[in-house]
């Protein structure tokens, strides 16, 4: 019954923490956009958390430079444990359209175990909070 | 009001023995050696009133690094251009302009030329911490990009 | 830091001395930036004693990839420097290389060009004043100002198919044409846009609380110093030197199309505030007189992929402030040298200028303040929310500090 | 003996706390939802009055870290030393009687002494994390707590002294005929701001500042401490609108209407619109307001409130050599 309990509390509050590895903001802005009374990812009770320690969702957008890998790897591991990744954008899929530049990686999935790909340049609020939400479907 | 401007620029060019090229209408580029760029800077920056540094641009010319001073003015854009060798370095003009001092940290970040009396000269601007200091200058036409993303780790890991 | 100074609170390594080394890492990974960007802040107390910029966390490589990309490949990758101003940088890239090929841009095109740059201009604004609110802890103000925001985007989104990146640029002219019928809806939206932005400048001089955090917050930036940096954009017209791109060195259809400049001369942040709210009402009207009386003819003239060598600059005005292009071909397919300078990199030097003196309380204003768009400058930063002491560490030192934080015991350097 | 604990524990006591805890929370995102034109939680239970109570199951699950330069013990024990504080301080408040669970003589000093006391705590609680975020967050804290706590202290002696009794239960019996708001207009207000500054809400939430020191005090904390932290938070805004409406607006008194419901569920249908009557005029203030710095705050607490109360006291004491206010 616990465990029963434990899901349920879990699908309906997923604090989220929003971490910028050298992105365009593009998909930033996006995301914050799904905070605004248009689309209001609060009704999911989803909250962006200030500190990575309260946060149960990560969420990265952004290609990895070889200066945020480190630290990108360092917030994740601040993560207390039922944690998930969510990787919004083509740049955090696979470098996007930057792929090929001599200072950017090949995606998130090579520094952090990534649950959740939102694709698009940038997807827009509804794709985010679908990506969120679709994520909590599996945890159910 | 741009007619004279040309004019002076061409009396001050001649008296710190530079070269004018008038590239199309709206830019004119002096060419100047290492010595003398800066009393040609001071002298355009106190006769004409050119306070706006825009950006200092760095080109690999093969065995010299040619390096540019864009001023914008109302209508006109005024490159300075010099030539340096490839591993000396150039003087540096934050005591005139002091806006330019990130501009002079980004060409020593991308074609490692130094900058005397710059005082965040050894500092990094926009090349990552875990650069490895053996590594060229990443713009210069010899690094390839797939080899420096080899030496900072960024290849794909085989999945453990 | 001088190393001295990392011995001495290497072994005072117990509990936080509060004086004068008392060093908050504002960044990377902090709430209060959407980008990241570290800023080491020397505090006494709360007073702001000296900040030390760390810049380089977005740094993609962009201008080495550029020399390895056919043109028209670079010009949507230059749209994605940034994500708030993307239209622009895409627009002076193509007007660098259009100077150098021998082709005219049509007229109808370069009106079309001028409505997205100022529907960028107000969307950007948009944005600003909302996270101003936000960062200065009043949210209500920020949900209200991007709900308002949503109508240009919506309209952004009927001529160009997107939201944020538009790609609605090509050489010599424009990829997709003003759709028929927008015209009357745009004028009134434009309306809708400037009462509202009246509303908000109301807001902004009557609200207590907010006039608290704003008004003669650093205000102690002459015109002097201004112009020693080179700062550009508002950064520069909110002290009351008259730079603006637009006014200067017209490029686009901005010739044509009326345009009086604003400038205020108080110089402190709400005098930003205030500036940008007057541009939003500028933008709004340009945008209903560019609407109307938008000319016939072609939006596109075809140019061969070979660009003639050569080189040539431009120059296009970011709602962030001055952008510079300059762009060098050998005559090939790819571009020799691409040089892009984006707005805050200008505008940095300035900014660590007016932080000095202030309390640790308006960092996030002040920050705010020069809208730092950092997509266009390469900044990231590093958040370390347990050691009590913070200074920049390699990746070296990073990567050694993580492996003894969870594994103390282990003593070999892995 | 075995009713009395029962009472402290489930009804008008601790149980009963947590409930409008929760309630308080889920109606504060609610209206300050609806005030930005948001909807606010919807989806756990019905228009998501579930949520709080989802959030706080969820920390509980969580896995907690304790970093590594931290003061081990104290980080355990404080969060419940905290969590302690406003439940006691609830069962001095008269709910469905006008005479409270434990109230004795001198109570009024006790809910003084455990206010300041859970200020004390969190102060060490916060420096114990060793963050610089939170060493800035404590000196914040201490000094907006040392600000904001004289203004309330007089606003509390103003309605003690209306009333003339130390005893939460004296000052709500003295009440029956007109409430103190009345008598001590501006304690009322002193008291609403300096209880807003106590509870760190909108414009006074400087030492949590989300976007300048990251969390505040609350940076370190996950899991089952941040739980119960932020159960605590939302628990101690009851009892300050419990405790402004017991001194100020006549506790759960209320005209007795007697359609057949006994006494004391109608004295507690009263206290409970009370208290979210004052709390609805909370929310709309937190809403509205911007964060101020805290040299702006401890100005005008010291600059502004302090003589507002001070004048407000002599202004009752005139009333009461003047034979207005008739000692009951």
């Not at chain 3, 043109?71 to 895409?90: A, D, K, L, P």
């Not at chain 3, 890239?93 to 109808?108: C, D, H, N, S």
């Not at chain 3, 200067?248 to 942040?269: K, L, W």
Request: hydrophobic share 45%; glycine share 8%; with cysteine.
């Amino acid at each position: 019954m616990l465990e029963q309990l434990a899901k349920w509390a879990r699908t309906r509050s997923p604090w989220v923490f929003h971490i910028n590895a050298s992105s365009c903001n593009g998909c930033d802005i996006e995301l914050v956009a799904s905070l605004t009374p248009r689309y209001d990812i609060e009704r999911f009770g989803a909250v962006l958390v200030p500190s990575p320690r309260h946060a149960d969702v990560l969420i990265v957008t952004g290609t990895v430079n070889a200066q945020t890998k480190e630290p990108l790897k360092r917030v994740y591991q601040q993560l207390p444990e039922p944690k998930h990744v969510i990787a919004i954008g083509a740049c955090a899929a696979t470098g996007g359209v930057f792929k090929g530049c001599y200072n950017v990686g090949q995606g998130i999935q090579d520094v952090i175990p990534v649950d959740m790909f939102i694709p698009g340049c940038p997807p827009r609020p509804e794709a985010i909070m679908y990506g969120v939400l679709k994520l909590l479907g599996e945890v159910e | 009001m741009s007619e004279n401007i040309l004019e002076q620029i061409a009396k001050i060019a001649n008296e710190t023995n530079s070269k004018v090229v008038t590239l199309r209408k709206g830019e004119t580029v002096v060419e100047v050696d290492k010595d003398n760029l800066r009393p040609l800077i001071t002298r355009l920056v106190q006769d004409l009133k050119l306070r706006l540094l825009t950006t200092i641009t760095g080109l690999d010319l093969g065995q010299e690094i040619g390096i540019m001073y864009h001023f914008s003015h109302e209508r006109e854009t005024i490159h300075v251009r010099t030539k340096v060798a490839k591993t000396s370095t150039a003087p540096s003009i934050v005591s005139i302009i002091p806006g330019a001092i990130l501009y002079e940290m980004e060409v020593h970040d991308m074609f490692g030329t130094g900058f005397e009396g710059n005082p965040w000269n050894d500092k990094k601007l926009l090349l990552p911490d875990s650069w490895p200091s053996d590594l060229p200058p990443p713009l210069l036409k010899s690094s390839k990009p797939a080899e420096i993303r080899k030496r900072l780790h960024l290849e794909a890991e085989p999945k453990q | 830091m001088t190393s001295d100074a990392d011995k001495r609170r290497e072994e005072s390594a117990g509990l936080m001395e509060y004086s004068a080394e008392n060093l908050v890492p504002f960044g990377p990974i902090h709430p209060s930036l959407k980008e990241p960007e570290y800023f080491k802040i020397i505090l006494e107390g709360e007073r702001i004693v000296d900040v030390i910029p760390r810049i380089g966390y977005v740094h993609r490589g962009l201008e080495k990839a550029a020399e390895m990309r056919p043109w028209v490949q670079n010009m949507y990758m230059f749209e994605r420097t940034c994500g708030i101003c993307s239209f622009v940088h895409s627009l002076c890239y193509g007007q660098a290389v259009e100077g150098l090929t021998i082709f005219q841009v049509p007229k109808r095109a370069e009106y079309i060009r001028l409505i997205i740059c100022e529907m960028e201009r107000i969307h950007s604004h948009l944005l600003w004043v909302g996270l101003m609110g936000h960062w200065a802890g009043f949210d209500t103000l920020f949900m209200w100002v991007w709900q308002d925001r949503e109508v240009v985007l919506d309209l952004v989104e009927a001529i160009s198919g997107n939201r944020v990146h538009k790609s609605m640029n090509a050489f010599c002219g424009v990829r997709r044409d003003m759709p028929e019928g927008m015209e009357k809806h745009i004028v009134e939206r434009m309306k809708f846009m400037t009462d509202r932005a009246r509303y908000y400048r109301e807001i902004i001089d009557t609200e207590e609380t907010m006039l608290e955090r704003t008004h003669k917050v650093g205000a102690h930036v002459t015109q002097d110093t201004v112009e020693k940096l080179c700062a550009v954009g508002p950064m520069a017209r909110y002290v009351g030197l008259r730079q603006d791109v637009r006014l200067n060195n017209p490029y686009a259809a901005y010739g044509e199309v009326p345009f009086e400049i604003v400038t205020r001369t108080e110089g402190d942040v709400q005098a930003l505030l205030r500036l940008r709210l007057d541009e939003i009402i500028a933008s709004a009207n340009m945008i209903s007189y560019a609407v109307e009386n938008l000319p016939e003819g072609p939006i596109k003239v075809k140019i061969p992929p070979v660009i003639p060598a050569g080189e040539h600059s431009s120059r296009c005005e970011a709602p962030r402030g001055e952008i510079f292009y300059y762009v060098k071909s050998t005559g090939g397919r790819t571009p020799d040298r691409v040089k892009s300078r984006q707005p805050t990199l200008a505008n940095l030097p300035l900014a660590l200028e007016i932080l000095k003196g202030q309390t640790l309380a308006d960092v996030p204003v002040v920050l705010t303040a020069i809208d730092p768009c950092f997509g266009c400058m390469d900044r990231m930063s590093f958040l370390d929310t347990e050691k009590n002491k913070q200074w920049t560490w390699s990746g070296e030192q990073l990567r050694q500090y993580g492996i003894n934080y969870y594994f103390p015991d282990r003593k070999d350097k892995a | 003996m075995i009713l009395e604990i029962l009472e402290a524990i489930i009804f008008p006591g601790a149980l009963y706390t947590i409930g409008m805890g929760f309630l308080f929370d889920w109606l504060d995102r609610k209206t300050s939802a609806r005030m930005q034109g948001r909807i606010g939680p919807m989806i756990a239970g019905p228009y998501g009055t579930l949520q709080p109570l989802a959030d706080f199951l969820k920390l509980l699950f969580k896995e907690e870290i304790i970093p590594s330069h931290a003061d081990k013990l104290v980080f355990l024990f404080a969060p419940a030393l905290f969590f302690m504080a406003p439940i006691l301080s609830m069962l001095f408040i008269p709910i469905i009687s006008p005479s409270s669970i434990a109230g004795f003589q001198f109570d009024i000093l006790a809910i003084l002494f455990l206010l300041g006391f859970s200020a004390f705590v969190v102060s060490i609680l916060s420096f114990s994390s060793a963050s610089s975020f939170t060493t800035v967050a404590t000196g914040r804290l201490v000094l907006q707590y040392v600000s904001y706590e004289i203004p309330l202290v007089l606003s509390i002696i103003a309605a003690a002294l209306c009333s003339r009794s130390l005893s939460v239960e004296g000052v709500v019996g003295a009440q029956t005929r007109i409430w103190n708001v009345f008598l001590a207009p501006i304690a009322f207000c002193v008291f609403i701001v300096a209880m807003m500054a106590e509870l760190e809400k909108a414009p006074f939430d400087i030492p949590s500042a989300k976007t300048e020191i990251v969390g505040g005090w609350l940076t370190e904390f996950s899991g089952r401490a941040l739980a119960f932290l932020k159960l605590t938070k939302e628990v101690s805004y009851v009892f300050g609108c419990a405790l402004a409406v017991s001194l100020f607006l006549g506790g759960p008194l209320g005209p007795i209407l007697n359609f057949g419901v006994p006494v004391s569920v109608l004295y507690f249908i009263y206290f409970t619109v009370k208290i979210l009557g004052v709390g609805f005029v909370i929310f709309v203030l937190k809403t509205s307001l911007t964060r101020i710095k805290i040299g702006q705050a401890t100005q005008l607490f010291w600059k502004i409130l302090t003589p507002l109360s001070l004048c407000q006291i002599l202004l009752i004491l005139i009333l009461i050599q003047g034979g207005l206010i008739v000692a009951t």
